[in-house]
């Protein structure tokens, strides 16, 4: 059974930066695709980046591009959330998602139901 648990959310000012970190628990870690979704308040779950199983292609949402990062540790089954340059609008509870499906490099899964494996989230608020 595969777990996922998120850290590193918190309070900070617009501008600053924070890295969000989610352990993974189980079976094959390297073969799944690893993501970060958020939830603002009043708002749905989006996407917000992903990279497959060698780590080798990550993939960003439009609204974070240049100023996140994603990256994967396959040795200590983590993967990463680095967020620099936060907005007001980052505001959301962050949660790291895992796909055990197989993806060609060149695609990525963006879709909540895309995902088997889901953490309890972790909150960031960005002050103004």
């Known amino acids: 059974q595969v777990q996922l648990v998120e850290s590193g959310g918190g309070l900070v000012q617009a501008g600053g930066s924070l890295r969000l970190s989610c352990e993974f628990s189980?079976?094959?870690?390297?073969?799944?695709?690893m993501a970060w979704f958020r939830q603002g308040p009043g708002k749905e779950r989006e996407f917000v980046g992903s990279?497959?199983?060698?780590?080798?292609?990550?993939w960003l949402a439009d609204a974070v591009k240049g100023r996140f990062t994603i990256s994967r540790d396959n040795a200590k089954k983590t993967v990463y959330l680095q967020m620099n340059s936060l907005k007001p609008e980052d505001t959301a509870v962050y949660y790291c998602a895992a796909s055990r499906n197989y993806y060609s490099d060149y695609v990525t899964p963006t879709k909540l139901h895309e995902y088997e494996y889901w953490g309890q989230g972790t909150q960031v608020t960005v002050s103004s």
């Open positions: 189980g079976r094959f870690y390297s073969s799944h695709v």
């Open positions: 990279v497959n199983g060698s780590a080798e292609r990550t």
